[in-house]
């Protein structure tokens, strides 16, 4: 072997370690939720494809939003990179990397999926660098996972979560109401349930179609007959149940879908100034996230949680029980977290309004 061609073997041996570790460095940026140094691993005009989800970014500053977006969805997530093919060309070279990886979202959907990423590369001053990763999903499986993220894990056992009828202090409140008024909503901190009874006369005007979910808190409160029994509003709900299930499904639809207001409650309102809500049916969901012109929720002091994981554990650790005994006792059927809706800003201003109760109330 003469020496120019040992140089250039060992160039290939020395390109084919950087660019492995390109991408091992690449499963590590994500695993440490590091957006900058993920978007530096890339070309200025770099892009990362993933079809199935779908997400296409291009360019590091897309990279960077695009990561955060898609971090702000996760419970956890691991990914793992198994060593693929490197073909060398100069100073580009194309790859494959396999990948296994393991999701739970804030939302609750949760898998494990094998994939491949399609990679091009360049050589550049800064080094190897990507200049495109396309994301092809081999294998999906949904089925729950069994297990859960230790850290998570650590977090519960060493600040164990206040009960979900622990009503929150003024302090969360205050915290609460200026989260979601940075997110859009208009927030008021009320005593009680009288309180909030008044506020609501206030805030719609008479003659008004106004849809009441299926709520205790609305119940418990006086609010729900304030609106369906009081003859000052055109109140859908008393429609909706007098109508024909069978013949006028598609106008029951459009009426509980578009009312001029929806009035509600939520399962959990967070720190961060999100509101979750639960649903059987999701009939009531529609008009709720953007379908009626202005929505209202009365929200007791015992549904504030910290984030979006522990607003999904109170939902089914403590509400579903409850709503289940409702549920069979009116329906004769049990109940089901088949839709969930999170909220977690207004884009329309002064639709939406949340009163924070001082007190516990409903579920």
């Not at 900058?36 to 199935?52: E, V, W």
């Not at 009680?192 to 008004?208: F, H, N, S």
Request: aromatic fraction near 6%; hydrophobic fraction near 40%; proline fraction near 6%.
């Amino acid at each position: 072997m003469n020496e120019s061609q040992a140089v250039n073997d060992f160039r290939a041996v020395a390109d084919r370690v950087e660019i492995e570790a390109l991408r091992g460095e690449f499963t590590d940026a994500v695993m440490m939720r590091d957006r900058p140094r993920l978007a530096a691993l890339f070309t200025p005009d770099g892009a990362l494809r993933m079809p199935n989800i779908p997400v296409e970014q291009i360019g590091r500053e897309e990279i960077i939003a695009g990561g955060e977006r898609l971090q702000s969805l996760w419970d956890f997530f691991v990914q793992n990179t198994h060593p693929g093919t490197i073909q060398l060309d100069g100073d580009t070279a194309t790859g494959r990397a396999y990948i296994q990886e393991l999701a739970r979202t804030l939302d609750g959907r949760e898998g494990l999926n094998y994939a491949v990423y399609h990679d091009t590369y360049h050589r550049t001053e800064e080094g190897w660098r990507f200049a495109e990763r396309v994301y092809e999903v081999r294998y999906l499986d949904t089925s729950p996972l069994a297990g859960t993220a230790p850290s998570t894990a650590r977090h519960s056992e060493t600040h164990p979560a206040a009960p979900f009828t622990e009503p929150a202090t003024s302090a969360q409140l205050e915290r609460v109401a200026a989260a979601l008024r940075a997110n859009g909503f208009a927030a008021e901190i009320l005593d009680d349930t009288a309180e909030a009874r008044t506020r609501v006369k206030e805030l719609i005007p008479e003659g008004a179609g106004v849809l009441t979910g299926a709520s205790e808190t609305l119940r418990l409160s006086g609010i729900d007959d304030d609106i369906n029994a009081s003859g000052q509003y055109d109140a859908v709900r008393p429609r909706v149940l007098a109508m024909d299930r069978a013949t006028a499904a598609d106008e029951i639809r459009r009426l509980v879908a578009t009312p001029d207001v929806v009035i509600n409650s939520v399962a959990a309102v967070t720190e961060t100034g999100s509101l979750v809500l639960a649903s059987g049916s999701g009939s009531q969901l529609p008009a709720n996230s953007g379908g009626a012109g202005q929505a209202i929720w009365i929200v007791g002091a015992q549904k504030v949680v910290p984030d979006l994981p522990t607003a999904l554990r109170r939902i089914e650790h403590h509400c579903l029980p409850l709503e289940n005994v409702r549920a069979q006792a009116v329906y004769g059927v049990p109940s089901a977290i088949n839709r969930l809706l999170i909220l977690n800003a207004e884009p329309h201003p002064g639709r939406a309004t949340v009163l924070l109760l001082r007190e516990a109330v409903g579920y």
